[in-house]
């Protein structure tokens, strides 16, 4: 005989004699979650009790959410992260308020990766892009997602590095990691780096494999891209400026012309 799964009734002599509560967590526990292999051998819980089963769920989500958490806290530095979360960034500062940092945020997390898979926040130093960017790669994180952290100008270290022989090795395994990442790769002052044939040539590479294979870019710059065509050779400015503003949800911090 087979320990009964469905949802048949017990006989009364059985229901009779059936354990009433879960030996685990003592809540009473319907006679369908217990069976026996003979008529006189013991009872056995054939389907889980319901109570355990969501407080496995419920402790199934908070490790979850723990171990999201301290990949975002080990991703992105500290200056960039809530009070919460060890960081140094204070919603309650005045500069929030003045900067619209709510407002910033919100217009963040309405990023809908289906339609774009990049996101921006661009405008004046000063204006905490990259707080607010690094207060939705919380919200990211939370989501499973996995975050790398870059600044322009380690992009540009590692570019300007790429001819030197006894660095080469380094700068081209950051430069293909950032390229490749397969979660959300946060490059944070898209401008800073010199911009050197080798910089733009490198941000070029960057955003075409992220933009071929469809990968989640968030950026800030502190200058619209529409305005980097000067500073831009001719071979890399389309790409780079047409990838940018086709492929980004933008949140635009920039005065208005009068």
């Known amino acids: 005989m087979t320990p009964n799964t469905a949802t048949a009734t017990h006989p009364a002599h059985m229901v009779s004699t059936c354990p009433v509560v879960c030996p685990k967590c003592a809540t009473p526990v319907a006679p369908i979650h217990w069976d026996r292999l003979t008529s006189t051998g013991p009872w056995i819980q054939t389907t889980p009790c319901p109570q355990c089963a969501r407080q496995r769920d419920r402790e199934a989500l908070l490790e979850a959410r723990e171990r999201h958490l301290a990949h975002y806290r080990a991703a992105v530095p500290a200056n960039y992260r809530p009070l919460s979360d060890g960081g140094t960034t204070d919603i309650r500062h005045p500069d929030w308020a003045e900067f619209k940092g709510s407002a910033q945020l919100h217009s963040l997390k309405a990023w809908d990766r289906r339609s774009h898979p990049w996101a921006a926040i661009i405008g004046p130093g000063g204006h905490l892009k990259t707080r607010v960017a690094g207060l939705a790669a919380r919200e990211l994180a939370l989501q499973g997602l996995s975050l790398l952290w870059v600044n322009g ?105 009068a």
Do not use: C
Request: proline content about 6%; charged content about 20%.
């Open 153 to 257: 100008a380690s992009l540009g270290w590692a570019s300007s590095t790429r001819a030197d022989r006894q660095r080469s090795g380094a700068s081209n395994e950051h430069l293909h990691t950032w390229r490749t990442h397969d979660g959300i790769l946060i490059l944070d002052d898209l401008w800073k780096g010199n911009l050197t044939p080798s910089y733009v040539a490198s941000l070029y590479h960057l955003l075409e494999h992220r933009n071929a294979h469809r990968l989640p870019l968030l950026w800030t710059a502190n200058t619209h891209p529409a305005h980097m065509g000067a500073h831009l050779n001719a071979d890399n400015r389309d790409p780079i400026i047409g990838r940018l503003i086709e492929n980004t949800h933008l949140i635009d911090l920039f005065p208005r012309p």
